[in-house]
């Protein structure tokens, strides 16, 4: 099973950014896919952006897509998510994630199967 603990949370600004980290266990197996969702109060949690290591190619959800960006560091086994333009909107709990099973898809957001803990992100106007 993934061990996932996300970090980099916080409050910000309406066009601020923010940078939030995922020390991934399973990143060391580089055929899982990685990725990030959210939790805004009272909806449903959404898969946000995602990223295969050994292809690098990454998929993002049209309410972010421009905005935020997925990416990695090997050495460190830690995924992160770059945050800009933020908006009051994306306040939410983030979760990272990873996609463990055999023949899963990257850009198949309700294949993913392991997340972490959380990290609340709250965007004020």
């Known amino acids: 099973q993934a061990h996932l603990t996300e970090s980099g949370g916080g409050s910000v600004q309406a066009g601020g950014s923010l940078r939030l980290s995922c020390e991934a266990s399973t990143y060391a197996s580089s055929s899982y896919c990685v990725g990030w969702f959210r939790q805004a109060p009272g909806k449903e949690r959404e898969g946000i952006a995602s990223?295969?290591?050994?292809?690098?190619?990454?998929y993002y959800s049209a309410s972010v897509k421009g905005r935020f960006t997925i990416s990695l560091d090997k050495a460190k086994e830690t995924v992160y998510l770059q945050m800009n333009s933020l908006k009051p909107e994306d306040t939410a709990i983030y979760y990272c994630?990873?996609?463990?099973?055999?023949?899963?898809?990257?850009?198949?957001?309700?294949?993913?199967?392991?997340w972490g803990q959380g990290t609340q992100v709250t965007v004020s106007s």
């Open positions: 994630a990873a996609l463990t099973r055999a023949g899963g898809s990257c850009k198949q957001f309700t294949q993913f199967n392991s």
């Open positions: 990223v295969l290591p050994t292809t690098k190619i990454e």
